[in-house]
């Protein structure tokens, strides 16, 4: 299974950026998924899941209202929009998957991890 996640970059306070999640290697339509991220020096927290489907989204409390998660199953690909971006938004993002229904992965371990990808914002 590979979680390939991509689009992180340096951006302006107030700015925007994408991320993607390719996955490949596994029924992707199966599996929840979800990213987190991991400020330097603090630990991984959760960021937001979709569910299999697509049909229902869970954010943490810090960025609702600014981020988006959407999923594409035909491409086996997932998104995070990141809108209003703070400098307390740069961290490394992760994707995550986790064979489940529903939304689980703020509970949950995840079964499989991508390699993260860095968004720095810049005041």
């Known amino acids: 299974v590979q979680l390939q996640a991509s689009g992180g970059g340096l951006v302006q306070a107030g700015g925007s950026l994408r991320l993607s999640c390719a996955a490949s290697?596994?029924?992707?339509?199966?599996?929840?998924m979800g990213w987190f991220r991991q400020a330097p020096g603090k630990e991984r927290a959760f960021v937001a899941a979709?569910?299999?489907?697509?049909?229902?989204?869970y954010y943490a409390d810090s960025v609702k209202g600014r981020f988006s998660i959407s999923r594409d199953n035909g491409e086996n690909t997932i998104y995070l929009q990141l809108n209003s971006l703070r400098p307390e938004d740069t961290a490394v993002y992760y994707c995550a998957a986790r064979n489940a229904y529903g939304l689980t992965l703020q509970f949950r371990r995840a079964d499989y991890w991508g390699q993260g990808t860095l968004v720095t914002v810049s005041s």
């Open positions: 979709i569910s299999r489907s697509g049909g229902n989204t």
């Open positions: 290697g596994l029924t992707f339509s199966s599996y929840e």
